[in-house]
Structures are given as C-alpha cells and as structure tokens.
C-alpha cells in the first residue's frame, strides 16, 4: 500500500500522456513490483484507507487475474525515449547512405561516421568548406568546372592541387604546414595524420592552418 497525499501525482500516473521523468521512474518501479507478484494500492487521505482496510474484508480476485484486468498505465515509451530512439534509427540509416554513396570522396575522409561529425561544432567558412570538401578555392575544383585553365599547384612541385596537396605537399604552405605538424606531434601522434584524426582530435588545430592559408596566392 502506497498512502500519498498527492492526488495530482495520482491523476498524473494514469494519465497517459504525461511522460515526465519523475512520473516514469515511478511506473517502471510499479512495473517492477509486480513483476514479482506484488499487488499495489495507491490511497490519499484517511477515507481511503478506510475504504481499502474495508476492501480487503471483501472477495477479491486471485492475484494473477487482478493483474490481468487492472488497467496499465506503464506501457508507454517516455517521449524522451521515442526522440533518442528515433535519432538513433535515422543516424543508423543515414550513416548507411553514407558508407554505400559514391559521392562525397573528400569529406568521407573527413567524416566517415556521422555520429562523430554531429558531435563537431565547426566553422562555416568558404575557406574550411574547402578543405573538407574538395570543393571550393582548391584549382583541382575549378578546373573540373572550366573556371581555370589548369589544376597544377604554383608551388615548385608542380602537381595537381588537390586537398592532399595543399595539406601535405604544397611547399607554398611550409610555414603554415610546419605550425600544424609540431602542434600535433607534441599530442603524441604522427604526420601525416589521417583526415578523420585532423577533424576530430585536432580540429582547432586545423582550424588554425585553414584560417593561415592565403588561397588567392595558391
């Protein structure tokens, strides 16, 4: 027997459409009790614990069918656990569109799971868009789409200027690569360091060499 003066706590339970978490936790553990056999009351003020001790003078029904026909107010999800489960389902999927699409190469390096990108605040900028697209100010881009003659890095490699290139290659970048090279070695890791590492462990780090580059000379 639970004795509260709460009715509003009471109307709340059956109410089906009040998922609050304390109103939850309170079903699971009515949940829970009868899981093993117990039969529970809920009574507020002393007129209905006189009419329970009244009740139980009275032919009740074996416990088993009491469970049967007594009405359930547990068996919905909390609408908290719908939207997370919801979530959860559309990244699933999401992430499975991802892994088969054959679009998107570059910023699959950089992102190859989502739920790691959706917990990755980064900045909305032409320049990082760039680097973590391949499409942009990089002349790999441009030439595709005719904008420029040509695709080769002014650097003295001579190479098509792609975002490999301008990370790791480019010789007009040394000073800048240099900066983001020590940074991340002094973390302990290596160089060249994968695309996924620079946008998850050191994405202010590659923030920074973005934020360095001057791309109207490259």
């Not at 003078?57 to 088993?64: A, E, H």
């Not at 991340?184 to 060499?209: M, N």
Request: charged content about 30%.
């Amino acid at each position: 027997m639970v004795n509260t003066d709460s009715k509003v706590t009471l109307d709340t339970l059956k109410n089906r459409n009040k998922h609050s978490i304390l109103i939850e936790n309170i079903r699971t553990e009515i949940k829970r009790l009868e899981d093993l056999e117990w039969t529970m009351f809920f009574l507020t003020g002393q007129r209905h614990i006189s009419e329970f001790k009244e009740m139980k003078q009275q032919t009740v029904l074996p416990r088993r069918q009491q469970r049967k026909t007594r009405e359930i107010v547990y068996d919905k999800l909390p609408k908290e656990t719908i939207i997370t489960e919801g979530k959860d389902i559309g990244l699933t999927k999401w992430q499975e569109q991802w892994t088969s699409s054959t679009k998107g190469a570059v910023s699959k390096l950089f992102f190859p799971s989502i739920r790691e990108r959706m917990k990755t605040m980064l900045p909305l900028s032409l320049e990082f868009t760039t680097i973590v697209t391949g499409h942009g100010l990089n002349r790999s881009y441009l030439h595709r789409f005719k904008i420029i003659p040509n695709s080769t890095c002014p650097c003295r490699l001579q190479e098509e200027q792609t975002i490999n290139h301008i990370i790791f290659k480019c010789t007009q970048l040394k000073n800048e690569r240099r900066i983001l090279q020590n940074a991340i070695t002094r973390t302990g890791d290596t160089w060249p360091t994968p695309y996924e590492q620079l946008t998850r462990k050191h994405v202010k780090l590659l923030i920074q060499f973005v934020r360095s580059i001057d791309f109207s000379t490259l």
